[in-house]
């Protein structure tokens, strides 16, 4: 039957068939709202934030936390994270504000997209660190308890570069392509269709890190920032491999992106923490908020746990 067809009729045949077996991207990034833009990107963000926390403050209080701790702390880190998110991006993607016909003020359009987790995850925890140092906070205990819950946030974030449709990896042919529109197709690449989908790859194997992060830390009581230490180990694993698909124009050393680097370079400081951490600070923090108690109880209370670990 193909051999009737030209050249031009079986490769728009075959172009269709693709087109119905990947995964379509969104047809708006926006919505205009009585003059107001909303953005599909922001809405991710944003309720990553919130189903972030409330897993992240659930384990805080499993873990004999305050909620209104917690809240403070996001209430800081979060902010926080955010401009550290952008700092890196615009650092490590200079090119894209600085230089020959670039607007240096395109660096402040957060909204448009260009976040750099690293950038997220160092300012907010010094944002978060301020406030456990403010409040008598164990800062491990903090880390321990929001890990699971940042990697949920991420995969959530993640759905923010499907409606932009950016971030997408090299062409493929495989059923889960992703179908990008002529206009998001970086140059060279104008004649593919579609490509692999790294929000997704990204999307679950942030989601899988967290539940292998929840049953660990159930099974082997992990604290004094295990689980943290293991969240930075796990996703550096995943990121170094999902950012090797990306296509989308970075700054390269020696023919690797940036972002390898750095995953590569946190993943073997994050592997020697974990190391140093189970072999120097075994079990986990009794009391992760406030003063210590004083007293013979006290004394008692912490010979019945000392032993209850051994």
């Known amino acids: 039957m ?3 067809l030209s050249g031009g009729a ?7 068939m693709i087109a119905v077996l990947s995964i379509p991207s969104p047809p708006v990034s926006s919505w205009n709202l009585g003059g107001f833009e909303l953005r599909a990107y922001a809405l991710c963000i944003i ?21 209104d701790s917690m809240e403070l702390v ?20 200079y090119q894209l504000y600085f230089g020959p016909g670039r607007d240096p003020l395109d660096a402040l359009k957060i909204w448009q997209g260009g976040l750099g987790i690293w950038g997220g995850v160092a300012l907010g925890a010094f944002g978060a660190w301020l406030v456990a140092r403010k409040r008598k906070i164990k800062f491990a205990a903090l880390a321990d308890a929001a890990a699971p819950g940042i990697l949920v946030a991420q995969a959530i974030g993640r759905l923010g570069n499907w409606f932009n449709q950016e971030l997408f990896g090299t062409p493929t042919t495989l059923p889960w392509g992703l179908v990008i529109d002529p206009q998001h197709r970086p140059a060279g690449y104008e004649q593919y269709q579609t490509f692999h989908p790294t929000f997704l790859y990204e999307l679950l194997w942030c ?17 004094h920032g295990k689980v943290f230490a293991l969240y930075v180990a796990f996703y550096t694993a995943g990121r170094f491999w999902i950012e090797a698909l990306r296509i989308d124009p970075v700054n390269e050393v020696g023919g690797f992106r940036l972002n390898n680097y750095t995953s590569l370079i946190v993943f073997v400081a994050a592997v020697i923490v974990v ?15 406030g003063d210590p108690p004083t007293g013979p109880e006290a004394k008692e209370d912490a010979a019945a746990g000392q032993s209850a670990e051994r």
Do not use: Q, S
């Open 2 to 4: 193909l051999l009737g």
């Open 10 to 16: 079986v490769r728009e045949m075959l172009g269709g």
């Open 47 to 67: 309720l990553g934030i919130l189903v972030g926390f409330l897993i992240a403050n659930r384990r805080w209080r499993a873990r004999g936390g305050r909620a």
């Open 74 to 93: 996001c209430a800081v880190a979060v902010p926080f994270g955010i401009v550290g998110t952008r700092i890196y991006h615009v650092i490590t993607d």
């Open 207 to 223: 989601l899988a890190a967290a539940a292998v992060l929840i049953m660990l830390d159930r099974r082997f009581r992990l604290g």
């Open 275 to 289: 190391i140093l951490l189970f072999k120097f600070r075994p079990g986990r923090e009794e009391l992760v908020e």
